[in-house]
Each structure stands twice: as C-alpha cells, then as structure tokens.
C-alpha cells in the first residue's frame, strides 16, 4: 500500500509498480515538491491506482524531453521517404526549436493551442499549421502508447470544434481550368519553355496526373499505339520528388500505381514529344535535363505561364523575351488545379464513380467500392469525352482567354502578393528556350 516518508524538508511518496518494486516520487505532474506527508500519500495512492488500471505511467519516463523522443521516434518509423522528410522537416524547422527542450509529461493542450495560435499570428499557412499539428500529434499519440504519458496533450482538430466558427469555405475555392483554359496556359507554356512543357500541361488536365507525377513519367511507362482496342495509356509506377535533398523517383502517392486511358489526340501529341528528345523522361527541362519541380519552376516557368509576365529586354548574355499575357479566370492557381479541372470535366460528364476514383488514383470506400468495378467500357467512354473536349476547346470562340500584357510594377505587385510576411525581390529570369510559335487551335488570335 502507498505511503509517504520524510526526505529532509520534504516528503516522498511511496508505491509498488507494475513490477512488484517499491518506486518513489518526490515531485507532482507539474514538476512541485510536496511539501506535505498527505500530499506526498495522495499522489502516490494515484500512481498505484493507474498501476491496478493499466494505464500507469513512470514519472520518470515523462521527463524525457521531446527532443530525445522525437531522434527514438523517427528511428522507429517504417514510412514512405516522402512521409519520413516531411515529419523530418517540420520538426527541425517548427517543433523542436519550441519544444525541443520540454518534457514529454510537461505539454499540455493549453499550450500547445497557445503556440498553435503564435504560429498562425506569425502567418503560417493552414496547410502548414495542419502538417505540424499532425506530425506533432502523432508523436505525442505513439509517446501514450509508449507509456511516456496517459494521454494525447494534441487536439484532434476533426472532433468538436473550439475557438471561433470558420467556414469550411472561408480559406477560398480551389482555382481549377476548363478545357479551353488549360490550353491558353499551354499554349503559354509552349511560348516560354516549348513542346514539352506545352504538352506537360494538357497531360495534366487530360489525366489528373500529379505534378510529380507528370514530372517522374519516363518514356517506357508509355503505350501509345491502341494495337488491341484497349487504349493508349500511361502505366503510371512512380512520382519525381526530392529524397534527402536530392530528386529521385519513388513508388506513386498512396501507392496508387494504375494505368490510364488517354484519348487519340493526347497520344499524338506525347508523340511528338518523345521524338524531340532522347531523355528517359517524357518531360524535360528546356535545355533536355531533368525536370526538377521545386521553386525555380514554380517562379520561373508555372506563375509566368498562368499570370503572364511582361516583356523582358535583352541583357547581356540574353536575349530579349517577349511577354506573356495572363490566363483570365485561373489567377493563382497552382499545378493541382489541372488535377481538379480533370475531375470536374469527368463529373459533368457524368462518368461512373468507380472509373473516376480509380482514375485519380483513389479508393473508394464502403460497400460501394466493394462492390464496384471499372470496365474497359468505361474505359473507353471516358476516353471518348476526353477526345470531345479536347476538339471543342480548339473551336473558334469570340470570348476573350487573356487579359492585357502585365508591366514591370503589375508584377512586382503579384510577387508580393504571394508572401506578404516576406516580399520578394523580382527574380531574374533565367535562360529559356527560344519561343515557339503556333500552339495547336484556331481559337485564339494572340
């Protein structure tokens, strides 16, 4: 039975752990000496009640600090490399240096909402603040399991709500193209980095594909000849993403490997690309290296693309570039709108669920997808849609599909938009390819 003893001015208490061993306690959960026998008596009387539950915690163990059980908890994980250098980031980067030196035991939900609260004042995204809280709750949930405290201090922001009510549309629609929009971004695309990129764009609408999914397609994941009546197709296997600095291919987000149907026009196309170059993959950078979507591509070739970018006079070792006029009705979108524009485009076409699901690379849950399946006939008439679109965005139109050629103070103005915590000095451009001309439709006299 618990008791307490004297310790010098203090008291200690006194238990028998899941071991059968007497364990002492000098020191309550906030870290207070008892100054009390009763108090000293009471808190070991509880740690021996935790004992008889199963849900007894060593005090010991609560000490040690979140940086020392973030080195184990890493060691122990067994994740894919892109979940690994994710949970790596944002604790180098977010949570250890706030928590780093804090006990296990010591956090608390108060606190840690408190610190949640400073990260959001401080403008980091939603997104951003989601992933930390995910990682950091689920370190702390494998902390509970570990019995290095009795509970998970990380709310679970899916169950209740606290604070504020927030519209589940306040954070904005995401941008996504039509047909005919996605080929004004192409066809800007083609002007800035070519053949390549253009197509790359329409891949991206015309099959839901990924950015790193786009970006890791290597030429023999390709079957463009429709030789048995099944379909062109792209066998997709694997995502380009960076893996401890360095870009290399990995198996496919959520392990959705899966073959899509593409209709005639699109395999056209892919094949006129695999034969201006001799790389492994399908698409490059402009000079024929390897593709690397990181933020170079993202400020030199997508935003460009999307929201135009003025003329750029020649300067030493450049040429002068002409500008880009931006693509009306999908300003600040991102390479992922292309992915929603797919899904949209197949919805209202009202295309069977399973096919679609299965398309994106996604499961579909429940009885339904337990009992449903893709046919090749579904196959084939979303490759029939897709064909219909893709002739009808090349129609001619009277509509307007870009707006008026941005100047040089526009665009400084659109830079800083993007990180208004730390604006960004305009970036020089690069050397791009030489512009080609042309872009595949009738539709749009630029």
Known sequence: MAYAEKRGKRWRGRYKQPNGRWGSVTRDEHGQP?????????????????????SYVSPRDGRVTVAAWAALWLESLDVSPLTLRDYRSRLRAVILPEWGHVAVGDITPVGYSIWEKKLRDEGYAENSISGVRSTFRTMMEDARTSKLRADNPIPDRKVGRRGRYKSKHSGGERVYPTPRQALYVARNAL??????????????????????????????????????????????????????????????????????????????????VLGSHDSQFVFTAPKGGRLLIGGDFYTYTWRPIVEGRPPLPAVRGRRAQPGLRPVLGVTGMDPHGLRHGHKVALDEAGHPRVAVEERMGHTLQGVEGTYSHTTLAMELDIAKSLQELWEASLSPTLERGYGPMPTVEEQEKLISQFSPKRPRKVPRQRHPSPAMEGGGGVGDSR
């Open 34 to 54: 008892f100054r009390t026998k009763r108090q000293a008596a009471e808190y070991a009387h509880a740690l021996e009640t935790d004992v008889r539950r199963g």
């Open 191 to 272: 002007e800035l980095r070519g053949l390549g990129m253009y197509a790359m764009v329409l891949t991206g609408y015309y099959t839901g594909l990924r950015i790193g999914e786009l970006a890791g397609l290597t030429r023999d994941r390709l079957k463009l000849d429709d030789e048995d009546g099944t379909g062109a197709r792209i066998l997709l296997e694997y995502q380009s993403q960076y893996v401890e600095g360095k870009p290399a291919l990995v198996p496919a987000k959520y392990g959705s490997a899966r073959g899509l149907i593409i209709h005639p026009s699109l395999a056209e196309l892919l094949k006129q």
